[in-house]
């Protein structure tokens, strides 16, 4: 008999990041609960940010997360 009740899962991504102001490039490893029965409860995590980023905001989700460039302060594109 296997149970799973209160166990959970996480979904995983990178993300592509992408300085404007001066072109440094990296990726970032996030996750988040993955509970297809309830609601999203907004437990994104950023597990790993690439060297010369930074997370600057984390959000609930990718909408609301931002990252930073560490050399120049901007906020990358993802």
């Given at each position: 008999?296997?149970?799973?009740?209160?166990?959970?899962?996480?979904?995983?991504?990178?993300?592509?990041?992408?300085?404007?102001?001066?072109?440094?490039?990296?990726?970032?490893?996030?996750?988040?609960d993955a509970q297809p029965?309830?609601?999203?409860?907004?437990?994104?995590?950023?597990?790993?940010?690439?060297?010369?980023?930074?997370?600057?905001?984390?959000?609930?989700?990718?909408?609301?997360?931002?990252?930073?460039?560490?050399?120049?302060?901007?906020?990358?594109?993802?």
């Amino acid at each position: 008999m296997c149970h799973t009740v209160g166990m959970m899962t996480r979904d995983s991504w990178k993300v592509h990041l992408n300085c404007p102001a001066c072109g440094v490039v990296g990726e970032a490893d996030v996750s988040e609960d993955a509970q297809p029965l309830t609601p999203q409860t907004g437990t994104l995590t950023v597990d790993r940010v690439s060297d010369g980023f930074r997370t600057r905001t984390l959000g609930s989700s990718m909408r609301t997360t931002k990252f930073e460039c560490v050399r120049c302060g901007m906020v990358t594109q993802r």
